[in-house]
């Protein structure tokens, strides 16, 4: 479940909580001379800090390099609170302070592709997924061992925030793309060979997540999906796909969903009734005016 988080606005400060932070976090954190900088950062700089129950488990530090740019220059989560949204929540409400400021936009630094790093791909997904998009390669920036990527996005104006689709002049594409079927890792083999007679269209598997077999239904543009759960009860959710995953997470909060955790480059959310269901980015090669829907203001 999506734990309850406070945002607290900072102007400086909370060197002293980034460190704390920052000593759980070793695989990210390793380096003892960016630390330093990172804790020197968040004592003069503004951000935002997450709590939860009165404990300071993530933090985001902002760095100002003109009055229209600006970067985040830390964004870091205490370990047990990972996958809880929170550092989603950090960087919704930086963007909206850089709003009200003026700010279009905005950048982050990290660790390039070109040096495999499993933790770090997660890092890149969840960037992207927030709308960032590559802008150049660093080889050196940091050192030969740390190439950097940066990444930008447009900071939506603040008239706009509100509006469905503010992420994108022309708005965005989702539709409900796949139905997939829960279930536990005894009964797998079972169902899925259960659900390729009753359709009629043998499901394979996946060769990027072994735990799915899938397969488009016939005379529909949508697929069908048996996944394998590692625990939990078995059950039936949906996919919901989208050309922005940002603004279409932030239409269906105002609808009354809430996050949960970020899998995979996708975010899992639970609707009013607390059931599951998961939003996916897609492109707009597939979602089109003709099978999805599309939102803007």
Not at 197 to 223: N, V
């Amino acid at each position: 479940m999506e734990a309850s988080v406070a945002l607290r606005d900072v102007t400086g400060g909370e060197g002293r909580a980034c460190a704390e932070i920052l000593a759980l976090l070793p695989t990210w954190f390793g380096i003892p001379e960016s630390n330093q900088d990172y804790v020197a950062t968040a004592e003069t700089h503004p951000g935002v800090i997450a709590t939860v129950g009165g404990d300071d488990v993530g933090i985001t530090t902002v760095k100002r390099h003109s009055p229209y740019a600006a970067e985040v220059y830390l964004m870091a989560v205490k370990p047990a609170y990972h996958r809880h949204g929170i550092g989603w929540q950090m960087l919704r409400r930086v963007e909206q302070r850089l709003a009200e400021e003026g700010v279009e936009f905005l950048q982050v630094k990290t660790l390039s592709a070109t040096r495999p790093d499993a933790g770090y791909a997660k890092t890149r997904a969840f960037w992207l997924a927030f709308g960032f998009r590559p802008l150049e390669e660093h080889p050196t920036l940091w050192d030969a061992e740390n190439p950097a990527l940066q990444l930008v996005k447009a900071v939506a104006p603040e008239a706009a925030r509100d509006q469905p689709g503010a992420t994108d002049p022309v708005g965005h594409r989702s539709r409900i793309d796949k139905i997939v079927i829960d279930v536990a890792p005894a009964d797998h083999t079972r169902e899925v060979a259960f659900w390729s007679a009753a359709t009629g269209r043998g499901l394979t598997p996946s060769t990027q997540f072994p735990e799915y077999h899938w397969g488009e239904l016939p005379g529909q543009d949508i697929g069908l999906l048996v996944q394998r759960l590692g625990d939990g009860a078995s059950r039936v959710h949906v996919d919901i796909h989208a050309t922005d995953v940002e603004a279409e997470v932030a239409r269906l909060e105002r609808l009354g969903a809430t996050l949960v955790q970020h899998v995979h480059g996708w975010w899992v959310m639970l609707d009013p009734a607390g059931l599951p269901f998961c939003v996916v980015p897609d492109d707009g090669e597939r979602l089109r005016d003709e099978n999805a829907a599309r939102w803007h203001g």
